[in-house]
């Protein structure tokens, strides 16, 4: 089955279909990650997106029903150079194909994505249209050149609970992954690390949040409230919670004044806050900082950001079109954390107040641990 | 943190003639890191016996000793130019880089420090230390390092009589189980018992064998699918992952004689995150200070139980792949590492702008096969093992692995194109056969099942005269994904054929 893929500026690529028979427009944009297609499927972060795989075998392990990091995959698109004819991981549930079968979501394989790859680093991300139907390049061309795009639209409504709810609280779904050990006999696939008291009461501020921020969060002893997108300050904090906790989500900052005049109250209210992604990026704008949209986005897991105040370099795992401007940021917030691919920030501390947050993923899933212990630092701040 | 200020010069062992096994990989680290330090200004002292380097060249290092690579010889080259810094009054002192020569390089340098050389005449080792490399070659104590680390090792026990070595048999709980008696020569005695029988015959025959009435049981880990990775360390503890390796061939084939390819194709990213944490903590337990390791697992393929094989604390074979596979160049960055510089202060090679604090991650899949030459040495037995018996290697990089593969076969100059289809005829032991001949069930199953020189040719055999993927993995234990790839090769090439006709 034939599929298209055809670009705001014109270009069509043609190539077969997996997934489902369906259409969708979104952005355009690249994922340089080796490892870890299923977290990215459906990391809410996508919403609106046509996601193209750099790394050109795609599908290899299947999808399983553990690593999955919302109740869904929430890309428009999926777009990659060659799908796995097979599944070849212990764990595996489901192929690739199935998996987007299932929920909707069209793919195209066999496309040159190095070709892709190159005209998006070099024109930026663009708007595009991904068929697997009966269209003719002119009627998909059409299409992408139509679609708004993703700059001023509130993606996170999309994606937020409708609802305020408690994460886990039988503790089913927090304890970290491992592997089985020795040769003892035992259910392999549900061996996990023992948790800690949930002794912590803290607000989640969903914006699209990931399972694996909620699962690290519940293993450094935090019981986590998440709040909808839209919940006012007040009613975050009339359960007095020790501090907030801002997630990642996707689309434009600056598209949520609701979001940042609510996190602008709880900057004001002195509670201590840590802030990741999205979080980050409202952060920036609620203490009176710009945001601005980077010509092709960070989106792997191998960039390079150096902590100012240690030195050191963590490689980390990110996902963002959008980044806080450093000049634009008022005196009292300092930047302690930078990219060193392009200097772009990474990392936000208050000068004054309990409140940092960073531009990438602590949380991995998918992408490197390096950054496990920002998790602890938020504890550590809230426990004085 | 700049580079070190209190070095003069380096003195660089090279790795001597080249052998099957050690081959022109430790030319290359050992000029990559003479052209790394005399770009830093250090004075470079290289000892190399073996003329036909590059980095025997003149201008590679200031002071070149063609000399044997004895312990002897170097304390000999150690003396003369630790007086040669008090002669032109240098203000640096002399140290050695063990680990750009491969094993030969290694084991000097440790036989020069067990004899008190280095301490003698203060001669620091860079890169890796003494107790570092003890910690990384020495098999016990890397073991019992491993499971004080928390991470997995094969299950192991020793037994004096049958009946202890029932219980340690209890405690692996699985077959095979791998049987050594202790202090036989060259290992008589021991062997793979696949049953019950077979385990207490050995054990009365290995405790007879051995001198003071010892085996050792392990749990035998054929069939398990076995990884790498190439890491590399600063002395701020960054650490990063340079490549990671899955071998297509599964345990109990050296990984010299394997094919191999980076990066890992059948790993989730839970699994390989994994890994990549096991793989910082072996090098930061290991105490490899600067540089680059070679850390090797082994997974078993329906648990997903992962096991540390070895390590490498040195820049070794899999380190030159990996920085052609990759254009991250290891022993040039490992050279700077070693002399005080950090990952976020070397420029990144291919980029020119980044630092070479990240971790590489390409669009692209490469292969590497080895060459073999049994033709030459034909009392060799062919039968691949955890002896190294290739001579060389092919790499080849695709944007599939398919491409990657048929690539690297014909880079091998053996006369073939890739996997077949070529139109030239087939020599198995004196049959010939035509190209597209279908070959005897019998013959293929007997080269299938034994891992051998020729056995990914037997793959596509054993596909056209109709063996399922099922079958050949009964038979190979290679992962069904490979499997697979070969199986997308010779399909088109009937699709092509059938065209032709």
């Known amino acids: 089955m034939r599929a298209i893929l055809a670009l705001e500026d014109g270009s069509v690529y043609h190539g077969q279909a997996f997934g489902t028979r369906g259409s969708a427009c979104g952005e355009v944009c690249f994922n340089t990650s080796m490892t870890g297609y299923q977290e990215i499927l459906t990391d809410p972060s996508y919403k609106g997106q046509i996601v193209t795989m750099t790394y050109p075998l795609i599908g290899n392990c299947g999808v399983n029903a553990q690593d999955v990091e919302s109740w869904r995959p929430h890309v428009s698109g999926f777009v990659i150079r060659e799908l796995s004819p097979v599944v070849s991981n212990w764990r595996a549930d489901f192929s690739l194909a199935e998996y987007l079968e299932k929920n909707g979501i069209p793919g195209i394989e066999g496309i040159d994505t190095r070709a892709l790859t190159k005209k998006l680093r070099v024109r930026g991300a663009m708007n595009g249209f991904i068929s697997a139907e009966d269209v003719s390049d002119e009627e998909a061309s059409a299409k992408a050149k139509s679609w708004p795009g993703l700059m001023g639209v509130d993606y996170v409504k999309e994606v937020t609970h409708a609802t305020a709810f408690q994460w886990d609280e039988r503790d089913e779904q927090s304890a970290n992954f491992k592997l089985v050990r020795g040769t003892a006999a035992s259910d392999i696939r549900n061996i996990r690390d023992p948790l800690p008291a949930a002794d912590i009461p803290i607000v989640a501020y969903d914006f699209g949040i990931k399972y694996n921020i909620l699962r690290r969060l519940r293993q450094r002893g935090f019981k986590v409230r998440v709040v909808p997108a839209t919940a006012p300050a007040a009613e975050a904090l009339r359960s007095k919670p020790a501090g907030i906790f801002l997630s990642n989500g996707p689309g434009d900052p600056a598209a949520l004044d609701y979001a940042i005049r609510t996190v602008g109250d709880l900057v004001k209210s002195g509670i201590p806050i840590f802030g990741i992604c999205l979080g980050h990026q409202m952060l920036g704008l609620a203490l009176g900082g710009k945001t601005f949209k980077l010509k092709f986005g960070h989106r792997g897991a191998n960039q390079p950001v150096k902590d100012l105040e240690t030195g050191k370099v963590e490689i980390t795992s990110q996902n963002h079109g959008f980044a806080v401007d450093a000049d634009s940021l008022p005196s009292e917030v300092g930047v302690n954390r930078i990219n060193l691919n392009d200097q772009t920030v990474e990392g936000m501390r208050h000068k004054r107040k309990p409140i940092f947050c960073v531009q990438y993923h602590p949380e991995a899933s998918p992408g490197p641990h390096d950054s496990t212990p920002l998790f602890d630092e938020f504890r550590a701040m809230i426990m004085g | ?501």
């Open chain 2, 1 to 501: 943190m700049p580079k070190r200020t209190d070095i003069h010069s380096v003195l660089i062992i090279g790795a001597g003639p080249i052998i099957i096994g050690q081959a022109c990989e430790f030319d290359y680290s050992g000029t990559q890191a003479c052209k790394a330090l005399k770009e830093e200004g250090f004075r470079v002292i290289l000892v190399n016996s073996n003329p036909a380097t590059i980095m025997t060249d003149p201008e590679f290092a200031d002071r070149t000793y063609l000399e044997p690579i004895t312990p002897e010889c170097v304390e000999k080259i150690i003396v003369r130019e630790v007086e040669e810094l008090k002669r032109i009054g240098a203000k640096g002192k002399l140290v050695l880089l063990p680990t750009l020569g491969g094993q030969t390089a290694l084991n000097t340098a440790m036989a020069l420090h067990r004899k008190g050389i280095l301490d003698t005449y203060n001669v620091e080792m860079i890169g890796a230390n003494a107790q570092a490399i003890e910690r990384g070659e020495d098999r016990q104590i890397f073991k019992d390092l491993m499971l004080s680390i928390g991470l997995d090792v094969p299950v192991s026990g020793t037994a004096h009589t049958l009946e202890e070595a029932r219980q340690v048999a209890e405690k692996i709980a699985r077959f095979p189980l791998i049987i050594r008696p202790a202090f036989t020569l060259g290992g008589t005695g021991g062997g793979i018992a696949y049953n019950r029988d077979e385990f207490e015959e050995m054990i009365k025959r290995g405790l007879d064998l051995s001198p003071v009435s010892e085996v050792l049981i392990e749990e035998s880990l054929l069939g398990w699918k076995e990884y790498e990775m190439e890491v590399m360390r600063d002395k701020a503890d960054n650490c990063v992952i340079v490549c990671s390796i899955e071998n297509f061939d599964p345990m109990g084939i050296h990984t010299g004689d394997s094919i191999t390819v980076a990066p890992i194709q059948t790993l989730t990213d839970k699994e390989y995150q994994i890994m990549r944490d096991a793989s910082f903590a072996v090098i930061r337990a290991v105490g490899v200070e600067t540089g680059g390791s070679n850390i090797q697992f082994a997974v078993n393929p329906e648990t997903g139980r992962m096991v540390i094989i070895e390590m490498n604390p040195r820049v070794s074979r899999s380190s030159a792949l990996a920085s052609k596979a990759t254009g991250f160049p290891i022993a040039k960055i490992a050279a700077k590492l070693a002399v005080g510089f950090l990952l976020d202060e070397i420029k990144n090679d291919i980029t020119r702008e980044t630092p070479a604090s990240f971790e590489p991650t390409i669009d692209y899949v490469v292969t590497k096969v080895p060459r073999f030459a049994f033709e030459k040495f034909p009392q060799a037995d062919p039968t691949l093992n955890t002896q190294m018996k290739s001579v060389g290697e092919a790499m080849a990089i695709g944007r599939t692995f398919k491409e990657s593969l048929q690539k690297a076969l014909r880079s091998l100059e053996i006369g073939r194109y890739g996997l077949g289809g070529d139109g030239k005829p087939w020599r198995i032991s004196d049959q010939v056969y035509g190209d597209r001949e279908t070959l005897p069930r019998e013959v293929i199953t007997r080269k299938l099942s034994v891992p051998n020189a020729e056995r990914i040719f037997f793959l596509r055999h054993a596909l056209r005269a109709g063996f399922s993927i099922d079958e050949i993995f009964s038979l190979t234990k290679i992962d069904r994904w490979f499997l697979m790839q070969i199986k997308e090769i010779v399909d088109f090439e009937e699709e092509l054929a059938a065209i032709k006709n």
